[in-house]
């Protein structure tokens, strides 16, 4: 069902970027393979590439957050609206109308998102919280620009069961200004939790607590 759903999101993407001349179509050449599995994979891939794409038209349209809102939600991502701690959006069709809403949360939790679109955290000023868990294209690049973008606002981060992160993509959170939590479980990749640890007590504010443990029992 969600693979389906996000599939549908892609399209409506893909409709919504020839519209406004932000997708350039590739010649059916580059699609020719003996594979069938590589013809899905590349589809797939491309059709990713542009539900993540930055339209910033829309943007102007509809400011930073709502726009920004919209990518996640598409996704498969949730936010949480100052002011509302107890309200998560998650359906794209139910986002509210009103413009001035300001995201304080920001959840992708196996979400299907990619690092360009990563770029719609620019403008973002209000977001205290940010969760990135089970997302199987989070990268270094990724923790990079999120670093760049919340560095003035982002208070308490969770980065767990991520494959492709690295202690290089850890090190690039120092910019993170005001991080007061840093909670990290379940990265393959991450060798020696105590060196981890002790390396980033170096680059992040020392009122910052960072907590790399096992894995949490669900409750």
């Given at each position: 069902?969600?693979?389906?759903?996000?599939?549908?999101?892609?399209?409506?993407?893909?409709?919504?970027?020839?519209?406004?001349?932000?997708?350039?179509?590739?010649?059916?050449?580059?699609?020719?393979?003996?594979?069938?599995?590589?013809?899905?994979?590349?589809?797939?891939?491309?059709?990713?590439?542009?539900?993540?794409?930055?339209?910033?038209?829309?943007?102007?349209?509809?400011?930073?957050?709502?726009?920004?809102?919209?990518?996640?939600?598409?996704?498969?991502?949730?936010?949480?609206?100052?002011?509302?701690?107890?309200?998560?959006?998650?359906?794209?069709?139910?986002?509210?109308?009103?413009?001035?809403?300001?995201?304080?949360?920001?959840?992708?939790?196996?979400?299907?998102?990619?690092?360009?679109?990563?770029?719609?955290?620019?403008?973002?000023?209000?977001?205290?919280?940010?969760?990135?868990?089970?997302?199987?294209?989070?990268?270094?690049?990724?923790?990079?620009?999120?670093?760049?973008?919340?560095?003035?606002?982002?208070?308490?981060l969770q980065i767990s069961s991520?494959?492709?992160?690295?202690?290089?993509?850890?090190?690039?959170?120092?910019?993170?200004?005001?991080?007061?939590?840093?909670?990290?479980?379940?990265?393959?990749?991450?060798?020696?939790?105590?060196?981890?640890?002790?390396?980033?007590?170096?680059?992040?504010?020392?009122?910052?607590?960072?907590?790399?443990?096992?894995?949490?029992?669900?409750?």
């Amino acid at each position: 069902m969600a693979s389906a759903i996000l599939l549908r999101n892609c399209l409506k993407a893909v409709t919504c970027g020839v519209q406004q001349g932000g997708v350039q179509v590739q010649t059916a050449h580059m699609l020719h393979t003996t594979d069938p599995n590589s013809i899905l994979s590349s589809l797939w891939m491309r059709l990713l590439g542009v539900i993540n794409q930055v339209y910033s038209y829309r943007i102007k349209e509809v400011g930073p957050d709502r726009a920004c809102a919209e990518w996640l939600v598409k996704n498969g991502g949730a936010v949480r609206w100052v002011g509302s701690p107890n309200h998560t959006e998650t359906d794209f069709n139910r986002l509210p109308q009103n413009l001035g809403l300001k995201i304080e949360e920001i959840i992708c939790d196996e979400a299907v998102v990619l690092p360009n679109g990563f770029g719609y955290l620019a403008g973002l000023k209000h977001v205290k919280k940010f969760t990135l868990h089970k997302c199987t294209f989070a990268s270094d690049s990724m923790l990079s620009y999120l670093s760049c973008h919340l560095t003035d606002s982002l208070e308490h981060l969770q980065i767990s069961s991520c494959p492709r992160i690295t202690q290089s993509g850890l090190d690039q959170l120092e910019q993170l200004k005001k991080l007061q939590s840093l909670l990290l479980f379940d990265l393959k990749r991450i060798e020696g939790k105590s060196a981890c640890v002790e390396q980033l007590k170096k680059k992040l504010p020392s009122e910052c607590q960072i907590d790399f443990t096992d894995e949490p029992k669900p409750k």
